[in-house]
């Protein structure tokens, strides 16, 4: 078990109590390790920058990255703070309501990525951002349709009239797309190819949207649409994407772990295969690969790529950056290691059995164990986006601390709360 913090060592347990869970939430606390910056509109930059680390962009807004902090914090009781995010992320869509409306009429290419709604903006301006981006993300939309649509129907959210005409437009955006069988830039934001992991946001959200709306909209289109999705995974998953481009062709990506929680979009026994996958092709030991051949922050990725180039778009052209790629070496993500512990933590609270208990622990401890200590690139108590090779030796690299990875942190420690209050149960 790898600590990067020598602080926290004696704080991860084997098993842990609800005292201990609850001594440990406080001192992550008390250290900022789950601070979230936010604007004054409730929505939140992707990571916490510097002037030496602004060259990454992710000072910006991104539509996945706000729908998972939203969910987290709806996920720990704080739903005030979700309700907040996905509003503003309304507003936003609403300023993008154009770029829906032109694909659904065919006004427009939608093979040309800008005329797709943007998923990356300006926060405080609600703004597009004048640069070219690989805005066909589907799984981002079909995010914020999940969760909208979610805490719409438990009542925390009032949908009005311009919502609800805001919100039809997603199914019909998704219809006029073809959305299964559709190439996006998917969750990487990378070359674009038909990825089970964007369907499955997108049937997620769909779903979601069906059970709101109910019997005020003809749900003929909705019912459509959700097959044709969920026969795409049937015939995609457990794969990535089962194209015949070896460019695009991939067996195992981490995010379909989303698929599992918390889109809930697939059986338990698909979410098996997944887990299995996962944990016997992309674990590492300091975090877990999106997929094998990742060159996103490859070894000594700052050495060999100019800052400007380090977050570029390469939704067009990935053969500068692949060429850094080494076997075996990729970044290892912690994003993964949280959600992993929640998934197995929910998995034992509906089982009891033990080892699904034993798997939420390692996983939690492994996710504690990212947590930045001494060092002299990043500073410590933060939870990092990946750790990666640098002159031979794993460091975290520039997007610490990233927020995404605090949310997921938060939701497997609560998860561990529960688990540990039902471990003493009869």
């Known amino acids: 078990m790898l600590i990067h913090n020598e602080q926290l060592r004696g704080l991860v347990k084997d098993r842990y109590t609800l005292d201990e869970i609850h001594w440990l939430w406080d001192i992550l606390q008390s250290h900022g390790v789950l601070d979230f910056p936010c604007l004054d509109n409730g929505l939140f930059p992707a990571a916490v920058v510097t002037a030496e680390t602004e060259y990454t962009g992710y000072a910006n807004v991104w539509v996945r990255d706000n729908v998972h902090i939203a969910h987290a914090r709806h996920f720990i009781g704080q739903t005030d703070v979700a309700v907040r995010t996905v509003r503003s992320l309304m507003v936003f869509f609403h300023a993008q309501r154009s770029r829906f409306e032109s694909i659904i009429r065919g006004d427009v290419d939608p093979d040309d990525v800008m005329n797709r709604p943007h998923i990356r903006f300006d926060g405080r301006s609600l703004g597009d951002i004048d640069q070219k981006w690989p805005h066909a993300q589907n799984d981002a939309l079909g995010y914020f349709l999940w969760l909208y649509c979610r805490l719409a129907r438990a ?16 199914p019909q955006y998704f219809e006029a797309i073809q959305f299964w069988h559709d190439q996006d830039s998917g969750h990487w934001e990378e070359r674009r190819k038909i990825s089970a992991s964007s369907i499955g946001a997108v049937v997620a959200g769909l779903r979601e949207l069906r059970l709101l709306v109910e019997a005020s909209r003809p749900r003929d289109v909705l019912n459509l649409l959700i ?15 089962r194209q015949p481009d070896p460019a695009k062709k991939r067996q195992f990506d981490a995010a379909l772990l989303f698929l599992i929680f918390p ?12 887990l299995g996958d996962v944990s016997g092709h992309l674990q590492g030991d300091y975090g877990i690969r999106r997929y094998l051949g990742d060159s996103f922050w490859a070894p000594d990725y700052k050495q060999k790529l100019a800052p400007e180039l380090r977050t570029a778009d390469v939704g067009d052209d990935m053969a500068v950056r692949d060429a850094l790629a080494r076997k075996d070496c990729e970044a290892q993500w912690c994003v993964f ?24 622990t390692v ?48 939701m497997a420690i609560k998860t561990m709360c529960e688990s540990a209050t039902a471990g003493n149960q009869p």
């Not at 200590?373 to 640098?390: H, I, N, Q």
Request: glycine share 6%; hydrophobic share 40%; aromatic share 10%.
């Open 263 to 274: 889109l809930e979009a697939v059986d338990a026994a698909m979410a098996g295969r997944i």
């Open 363 to 410: 996983y939690l401890n492994r996710a504690l164990g990212q947590i930045t200590g001494d060092s002299a690139t990043v500073p410590p108590w933060k939870c990092p986006e990946l750790y990666y090779l640098e002159n031979g030796q794993y460091v975290a690299n520039d997007a610490t601390p990233l927020l995404w990875t605090q949310a997921n942190l938060m």
């Open 155 to 170: 009542g925390h959210i009032q949908v009005g009239e311009a919502e609800q005409e805001m919100l039809w437009l997603f």
């Open 227 to 241: 097959t044709s999705g969920e026969s795409a995974l049937q015939h995609i998953l457990p794969w990535e994407c």
């Open 337 to 360: 290691d949280p959600i992993l512990s929640t998934i197995y933590g929910r998995q034992f609270q509906s089982s009891r059995d033990p080892k699904l208990l034993e798997l939420q």
